[in-house]
């Protein structure tokens, strides 16, 4: 500093050796020096932007690692490169002679290297998130904390460059805004919500990113492709985008279909009702056309057998076990659906009659098809329940429905028919 302070007086004294009058020769000396600085200072900028950007990636690129890559992409070499023209104005501002421009000269240092710092932790935040994701392959834990660590980092910023302006130490200021809390907590409400709400989130890995979510209430039924400090993004499956508030995730309820989709099956319930009226004990005819069925020839057979054992000894027909045809349908059901290939029987799968009601007997099913892709599985329900309703009359079963236009016609012409 003392080598600077010479070069300083001689620079004023050459200066002055022309005639100048020294406040004018500070004066020059000054605006001279600073113009020299921070030309230099942006040589040496360029100089280093280019070494980063240039260099730098042929050097990453002979490197087995992943994260030099990564922090090359998000520019944190290059960003890290601008703290050294601030270091060069640092060291070489004692060469100005005036005191106005010196201040000058330390005020846009000071909130030079503020910028730069948040430029470079940016980076470095952004560089840190892609990271996670490369290794963990989910972004909704790490993102809300960067986000809030950007929050952060900017607020701080700008009390800092606050601070230098204003001539006040920086905690000084920090431990005013105290008294500012109260409009902060009302300000950054949703923040904080949204904050505590993913914590929630992540702890109890309740919501990925690639996640299928369902929000009736909120119109949301899609996939999860942003999870943000504040709000949660899905895109529905008619591609738009519907935005939620993050906390309403843990304040109200949602379905994830992640198990659905991490498990070996997805789940198909339906149930067709059957008119009671139309459910009766089988014939000797209605049993011998059966026994021509492969499906449930084989049960066919092992039931009479059983069914002839147990009646050996019962001449009364009322008390004889017989078999009926809704229950040799649900057989033929069953034993279709495993023939089928469409079923994975390391799962849960069962045909059966639920309760009774005023629309008749419901024959449900309850299985989960192999295949889990939406357009296929749909496919597979359709076809399984366009079989089941064909083949329904072959068992002497009608099917229950509410009465339609077309059927109080044909009433009506019964009843025209009759009156003729």
Same mark, same amino acid.
């Given at each position: ?13 050459? /200066? ?63 960003? /890290?490169?601008? /703290? ?196 009766? /004990? ?139």
């Amino acid at each position: 500093m003392e080598r600077l302070v010479f070069y300083r007086k001689e620079s004023v004294t050459f /200066f002055e050796s022309y005639g100048l009058e020294n406040h004018w020769a500070v004066f020059v000396q000054s605006i001279v020096i600073l113009v020299l600085i921070f030309t230099l200072a942006y040589l040496v900028d360029r100089v280093l932007t280019f070494v980063m950007r240039r260099v730098i990636p042929k050097i990453v690129g002979y490197t087995a690692n992943q994260w030099d890559d990564i922090f090359m992409e998000n520019r944190v070499f290059s960003n /890290f490169a601008h /703290f050294f023209p601030g270091i060069l104005m640092q060291n070489l501002q004692d060469l100005i002679s005036s005191s106005s421009v010196r201040w000058f000269v330390s005020t846009f240092i000071g909130v030079y290297f503020i910028v730069v710092t948040v430029l470079f932790l940016n980076a470095l935040l952004n560089a840190i998130q892609q990271l996670f994701i490369h290794l963990k392959g989910v972004s909704a834990i790490v993102k809300i904390y960067i986000q809030l660590g950007k929050v952060v980092l900017y607020s701080l910023a700008g009390v800092a460059i606050i601070s230098i302006f204003a001539n006040k130490n920086f905690m000084d200021i920090l431990a005013g805004l105290g008294a500012m809390i109260t409009i902060l907590l009302i300000v950054y409400k949703d923040m904080i919500m949204g904050f505590v709400a993913g914590i929630q989130l992540s702890a109890n890995k309740m919501v990925y990113v690639g996640d299928w979510v369902e929000l009736p209430k909120d119109g949301a039924d899609g996939i999860v492709i942003d999870i943000g400090l504040t709000t949660v993004k899905v895109q529905n499956w008619d591609r738009t985008i519907t935005t939620i508030p993050t906390y309403k995730l843990t304040s109200e309820s949602f379905t994830n279909w992640r198990g659905m989709q991490e498990s070996d099956g997805r789940r198909i319930k339906r149930h067709v009702n059957i008119d009671m009226e139309s459910i009766h /004990f089988l014939s000797e005819e209605e049993i011998n056309t059966f026994r021509k069925i492969r499906l449930i020839s084989e049960y066919i057979e092992d039931k009479i057998k059983i069914i002839n054992q147990v009646n050996a000894n019962e001449p009364e027909q009322f008390n004889q076990r017989r078999l009926t045809n809704i229950g040799t349908f649900r057989k033929y059901v069953e034993n279709y659906l495993r023939e089928s290939g469409y079923v994975n029987l390391d799962m849960m799968f069962l045909v059966r009659q639920l309760q009774a009601t005023e629309k008749g007997v419901p024959i449900e099913i309850y299985m989960f098809s192999k295949i889990k892709e939406f357009i296929i599985y749909e496919g597979i329900q359709s076809d399984i329940f366009d079989h089941i309703i064909a083949i329904v009359p072959t068992f002497n079963l009608r099917l229950f429905q509410e009465p339609t236009g077309h059927n109080f016609s044909a009433i009506r012409e019964i009843k025209n028919q009759t009156a003729e």
